[in-house]
């Protein structure tokens, strides 16, 4: 079993980057697929970020291509979040799903077994 924490969330500026990561204590990351997935007030849970488990292969929501970057090393899954937008604001949470496949990734939150607890980002305009 992995558990993982995410941490780097915070209150930012429109226009700003940020960097989260989520760590895993128990297990490395090397047999799973990893994700970022995102709950707004209000709203329901959005994928964000999806990244396979050799990392060679990752997919993204369309409203966030080209600003936002996952990767991971053996035990840290990272999203790198640039330019920022007060539609990004949410608890962002990492998603982890054993995975024999080393290029498939997961789009969808009942893949995933284990989950952080979430970080919250808000972004002001």
């Known amino acids: 079993q992995v558990q993982l924490v995410e941490s780097g969330g915070g209150l930012v500026q429109a226009g700003d980057s940020r960097r989260l990561s989520c760590a895993a204590s128990?297990?490395?990351?090397?047999?799973?697929?990893m994700g970022w997935f995102r709950q707004a007030p209000g709203k329901e849970r959005e994928f964000v970020a999806a990244?396979?488990?050799?990392?060679?292969r990752s997919y993204y929501v369309e409203s966030v291509k080209g600003r936002f970057t996952i990767s991971k090393d053996t035990n840290t899954l990272y999203l790198q979040m640039s330019s920022l937008k007060p539609e990004d604001t949410a608890v962002y949470y990492c998603?982890?799903?054993?995975?024999?496949?080393?290029?498939?990734?997961?789009?969808?939150?009942?893949?995933?077994?284990?989950w952080g607890q979430g970080t919250q980002v808000t972004v002001s305009s």
């Open positions: 128990g297990r490395t990351f090397s047999s799973y697929s």
């Open positions: 990244i396979s488990r050799s990392g060679e």
């Open positions: 998603a982890a799903k054993l995975s024999s496949s080393g290029t498939y990734f997961y789009v969808t939150s009942s893949d995933y077994y284990f």
